[in-house]
């Protein structure tokens, strides 16, 4: 009865390889966010959807795709991970764009 | 300089302490969120606040728009409140949220 799950929970790669994490919800809620946090760092906006096929991108895309072909599934896709991508990457869902944040549990991505 | 900070990065306190967590932002805003983030990794919204004050058990958060400021108080502190506390702003620019870099709590027994 989460709303909102993420998968995988963990995940170890190697450098160079595609990756991708998924984000699903049960809420039907139009916006769907990805972040990645860091230490020293507050959560950073990867990309965001504002709707089916809808996605925009945050401050700290590069590297980074997203697709969203239907309401509860919102993908996040590391094309060639490297190191620097090693970070907890959460998703939020919210009704209205900047209201009402529910967040999944996090993916510890470590690239190697 | 961040847009938002948050201060005291690191808060150490016995339990039943009055606790006081503070957050200033320098962007014209439209809310401002209180997030929780616990041990285990999960982030969960506390308040939401756009003028004024809000509680919720003992956790109170305030803010002074003028002064571009928001404290989150936590009253009869217990060790289960231990946790890093998050504040957000949403920019009223383009609605999105910058993020400060958290308070991380501990409170012992």
């Known amino acids: 009865d989460a709303g909102i799950t993420q998968s995988p929970r963990h995940k170890v790669t190697e450098t160079g390889t595609p990756v991708t994490l998924r984000c699903h919800q049960t809420?039907?809620?139009?916006?769907m966010y990805w972040y990645r946090q860091d230490p020293g760092h507050g959560l950073r906006l990867i990309h965001y959807?504002?709707?089916?096929?809808?996605?925009d991108k945050g401050e700290v895309s590069d590297g980074y795709s997203v697709s969203r072909s239907k309401t509860e599934d919102f993908l996040l896709t590391l094309e060639s991970a490297t190191s620097s991508q090693t970070s907890v990457y959460f998703c939020?869902?919210?009704?209205?764009f900047g209201y009402g944040y529910t967040f999944g549990s996090g993916t510890r991505l470590t690239v190697v | 300089k961040n847009e938002v900070e948050q201060s005291p990065q690191n808060l150490t306190a016995q339990e039943g302490e009055f606790i006081t967590i503070n957050c200033s932002y320098s962007?014209?805003?439209?809310?401002l969120h209180w997030l929780q983030q616990h041990p285990g990794g999960g982030i969960v919204s506390l308040f939401m606040?756009?003028?004024?004050?809000k509680k919720h058990g003992r956790l109170i958060a305030t803010i002074n728009i003028q002064e571009k400021h928001s404290s989150l108080h936590i009253t009869a502190s217990h060790p289960r409140d231990s946790a890093v506390y998050i504040c957000?702003?949403?920019?009223?620019?383009?609605?999105?949220?910058?993020w400060g870099a958290g308070t991380k709590l501990i409170i012992k027994p």
């Open positions: 939020a869902i919210t009704p209205s």
């Open positions: 809420e039907n809620h139009r916006y």
């Open positions: 959807s504002y709707g089916v096929k809808d996605t």
């Open positions: 962007v014209g805003i439209s809310a």
């Open positions: 606040l756009s003028s004024g004050k």
């Open positions: 957000a702003a949403l920019r009223d620019s383009n609605y999105q949220l910058i």
